[in-house]
Structures are given as C-alpha cells and as structure tokens.
C-alpha cells in the first residue's frame, strides 16, 4: 500500500520518494547556476526575466524543505539539516552562500589565472583581461630586497637563513642543555641576529661593501623590522606590566606614564617623532640609523600594548599562588620567574599573538620615514611610468604574501597554546 | 623567654577601618601543636598569616625564632623558608608536576643540588602516600592528594613551624581523613603546628592547647582537655555548643 505523499510535511514515510525529489530540485538550482556562471548558458531564458533570475533560488528552497526530513536515520542528512537546513530562512542564507561562491569563482579564477599573464618582460606583453603576473615577476627582486644592490643580495639570504636555521636550535638540545635554551631565545639568539644583520647586511668591514638602511626595503625589510621589533616590544612590555602592579609607587608611575603615553599616539606620529623631532634631542656629532630609530619607536610603542596584555594576565592569576610562592621563602623575582610569569605568560598566548600580528601589519608605516618595505616597493613601483596601472596586482600580491606570514604566526600561536595547556 | 618560638606582643591590624586584630599576645614554644578555632571572621586566618608576613601587622611586634618582623625584605625571606603554610585552596603550582612543585623552592631558595632535593621530595611525597603521583600535574589530582601534595612541597622546606590555614575547609567529606591523617602523623613526628580548623577531634587528639578567637580577640586559651571539658567564658560556650 502507497502511504499519502504530503510535500508539506516531509516525514520518514516514503523518506525516498522525498529524499530524491528533493536532491533533484537542489541539484537543478545548483546547475543553473554553476551554467550561467561558468559558460554564461542561461537555461531558463524562456521564463520571464526576473522568473528566470530567481529560479534557482526557489527551486533550491523546494529540494532543501523538501529534504528536511527529521530523524531520517541517515546521519549525514540528519548532520546537514542540523546544520544548515533547520528552517526555511536558513535554507535561503545557504543557497545564498552556495550561489554567491561558484558566482564569484569564474571572475576570480579568470582574472588570477585564466586571463592573467605572466609571459614577456614588459608591460606590452599583458594582453589578456586579467592580472598582469608580469608586472611582479619583473618586479619581484625589488619587492623582496628593495634598492639593496642585486650583486649583493646573497648577503640577505645568508644571514636569513643562517636565521632561520639558528631559530630551530630548540628542537635538538640534549637534556644538559635544555635549561638554557630560554636564555638562548630571550639573550643570545636576539644578539646573534643583530650581528649578522649588522656585519653581513649592513656590511662596510671585513671587505664587504657598506650597504646603507635607505637602500634595504622589500619583504627582507619587513622581516627584519618585524622580527627585532617582537624581539624586543616583549620583554620590554614584560617588565612594563610588573612595573604597573608593583608596590614601588615610583616604579608604578613611571609604567602608567609610559604605558598611557605610548598607548594615546598613534603610531604614525610616533614615527615621525622618531625621524624628526629625535634627532634634535641628540647632540651634534651623535649619529643614529633611522632604521635603528624606527625598530626602538616601534618597539617602544608595542611594548604598551603587550603590557596591557600581560597585566591581563597577571590579574587573572589567583592570590593563592603569590601566598604560596612567598610562604615558600621566594623573593619578587623568583615568584615571578618560576610561578606568576609562566602561567600569566600562558593564559595572554592569544592576546600577545594578536599584537603581535598587529604589529607586523603596522610596519608599512615605517614610509613615513622614508624606509620602503613590501608595501612601501610597491607604491613606488606602481608609480614607475614605465608601469602604470598595475597597483591591483601588487595590493593583491602584498595582501597574500601578508596574508602567508599572519597566519603562519596565528597557527603558531595556537599550537604553543596547546603545548602549553594544564588544567587547572 | 628564648626558648619561645612564636612571640607576639601587642600585635593590631586593621583592614582599612575594620580592627581585625586587636592586641594580641601569643607565644608558641618549640613542638607545641595549637588549634585555633573561632567563628568565621574573628581573624583566625589573619593571625596565622601574620606570623609568616603574608599579612603586614601595623601596631605591636611578632618574633618568629629570634627574628622580629619588619620591612626588613631579607629577614622576612629567611622567616618564610623556615615557617611552612598549608592553605585551604591547596595553592599547588598548577604548570608544574607534583615533584617540581616540591622541589622548586628547596632547589632555588635553599640552592639543594637538583639530586638530593627530588631525593628528598619522593620521601616527603612517600610520607603522605602520594609517591605514585609524583609526575602527574595538580589538576589530575582529588582535593585530598592535593592537599597532602601542599603539605609535602610546604615540608621539603624542612620549616621549624607549620601553619595550616582551614586545610580541609575545602575538601569532600570523604576526603578530610586522609588530609588529617598526614597531619597527625606530622604532629606526632614533633613539629610545631600552629593549625586553624574547625575539625574539634583533630583538635581533641593532637593538640597541646586549644585557642579561641571571637572578633579579632583571643577569648580563651587552655590546654585541650580543659577547653573542651571545662570552658571558661560564655562565647566559647556557645561556639563549642554550636559545632560539636
């Protein structure tokens, strides 16, 4: 015996007969759509115009009612109508969703791949509609060194890698060794890196030619920017943070004054300040590298912030463990290093990650002074007459190299979260 | 009076307006065990808290072993590593294994040689029965091994005086014992316990002299038996009507 079919009501009798109907009808609507996007077929074009436009919309709001089947016994229909199926409303933001995504997949994969061009060397060789990969293939030495002389660059990729691999010293130490791989990090390798940078990129001893700060520029200036910046903002901003809970009134107010100050400007201002106004506190013959200048204001300026951060994790520490620590005869500094910081330290990971990525987003500012990173290469390249036209393409290119380097310390951070996880 | 441990003189604090302390006199001589019980809000804990300087006494004078309190930093850094305290919230180092937690303070406070502070902690940690927890972290304990953990990280220290700070306040019913347990093996082994709890037959086996506080104030102050047998003022009366 047939049970009576009601469409207004789907339920688990004849759970097929819905189940298939339904998929048709979502199916239909997804067809339509992927045609008119993808091959510009309009299937429907002898319906009325807007009939025809918002077709696949109803038929998909059809075939989804007309799978939303409670307790169908198949968990992934049960998963989806859970999901993003509980309701005609949802059901409509769904199919919004779906079309909105394979709508803009033909324009986006047109214009990066399909109609793009890479080919040739000058701007005559971009022909198609597309982006013009040309532009910053030819322009890609500059983006990533700057003005740094092309002979010279295998001194940037030395010291970057000599860099990076000093960085993973931490995955092998023996056991003797492990009690100094936090010194290592905090003092040895910040000082490794700055001798590097100074003799092999800088140059000017050892018969390597002077290479001055205003030529640096590209991606290898936003990385070294970025990295003394963090290097430094973080203790600094540690220290600030206790300086605020301390009982030495004097030390405490210095803390507030600096916090507040830096934390009340904005960094473009503090910038200028730094090339500027700076120098004229500084006696005559006193010579100091704007770059030098730029990573201390920068630096100074974050270390607020991280401050603020850490505190917030200092006040989320209950009393219990500083009564602890002093009943067991631990003075200031020994509380600190062993119990409060470690576990302050670990509950701010997200919030000192968040800064941190604010901070390496913030180093295109360093323009003002004349310094030209990734972002900074590319406004003087998209003004180049030679080039005009293709700033898409570079905000584009920056946005993804930014993009690759965010997330990559997002990531990061979160992984030393769980390393660092204990319940409580 | 040399021979007196813990002498308190006169001793007043105030939190803000509120006289929480009001001219103590206190002395505790060497392996004397004393409960201080009291309702809640009389300063209990803040007397005990006062005799490692948790708490800072703003009038009148305390002298742990010879050393009087003051804002002396190094002083009061040798008083605390002598004067082991057991909280009720336990107060374990939550980032750290159970070993680590006894060991951290002998290793870097006291500069005992790794070795023979881990050597030291397993016997401690043994004491209390807890040995097979030594590599676990705190928060995969009960209350109850957690407490004993607090009390054998307190005596890696090797203190002189013990303070307990309401140490099964905290705890499940089921759990109290084996916390007392440990501290009566404590006070028969000869510390010198100073313990504020409201467990009376605790206080019935191991203390030498009971004290009574009530609104800042010592009330009473008698050895055990008579305390409990033969109460002199009217408060403790009540009190003792109250919890037994």
Known sequence: MMNKLNFLKPDRKNLNTYLYSGSFLFFIAIFDVFLSSFFKINITSFLPNLVSFLLPLILGILGLHLIRIEFSGIKNLDLLNKNINTNNFNATLTLIIIFAIIKSIAPVTSWFFIDANIAGDTKEACTGSGACWTYIKIWLRRFIYGMYPNELQWRINISFILLIALAFVGYFPSEKLRKFLTLYYVAIYPIIAFILIYYLISGGTFGLVWVETGAWGGLSLTFIVSFFCLIFCFPVGMFLALGRRSQLPTVRYISVGFIEFWRGVPLITVLFMSSVMFPMFLPEDFFMDKLVRVIIAISLFEAAYVAEVIRGGLQALPRGQYDAAKSLGMGYWKMHIFVILPQALKLVIPGIANTFLALVKDTPLIFVVGLLELVGMLNLAKTNPEWLGFAMEGYVFAAIIFWIICYAMSKYSYNLELKYKTDR | ?244
Do not use: Y
Not at chain 2, 204 to 210: C, F, L
């Open chain 2, 1 to 244: 009076m040399s021979e007196q441990i813990i002498e308190m003189n006169e001793v007043n604090k105030w939190f803000d307006d509120f006289h929480v302390l009001k001219d103590i006199n206190l002395t505790v001589a060497p392996k004397q065990k004393i409960v201080v019980c009291g309702p809640s809000g009389s300063g209990k804990s803040t007397l005990i808290r006062c005799i490692n300087r948790l708490e800072v006494h703003q009038k009148g004078k305390i002298v742990v072993d010879g050393i009087e309190l003051s804002e002396d930093t190094k002083n009061i850094e040798q008083i605390r590593a002598e004067v082991g305290m057991v909280f009720q919230q336990f107060n374990l180092f939550p980032h750290l294994s159970i070993l680590d937690n006894c060991t951290l303070a002998p290793i870097w406070v006291k500069k005992t040689p790794k070795k023979k502070a881990e050597e030291l902690a397993l016997r401690e940690l043994e004491k209390v029965q807890i040995q097979d927890q030594a590599k676990k972290f705190p928060g995969q304990l009960s209350g109850g091994q957690q407490q004993r953990a607090a009390i054998a990280r307190a005596l890696c220290m090797r203190p002189k005086i013990m303070l307990f700070d309401e140490p099964t306040s905290a705890l499940d019913p089921e759990m109290i014992k084996e916390v007392l347990d440990a501290m009566v093996n404590l006070a028969k082994a000869g510390m010198t316990m100073i313990v504020v709890t409201h467990e009376m037959g605790f206080a019935k086996e191991v203390a030498d002299e009971v004290i009574f506080m009530d609104e800042g104030m010592i009330v009473e102050r008698a050895n055990t038996k008579e305390f409990f047998a033969n109460p002199k003022s009217d408060r403790t009366k009540v009190f003792l009507s109250q919890i037994l």
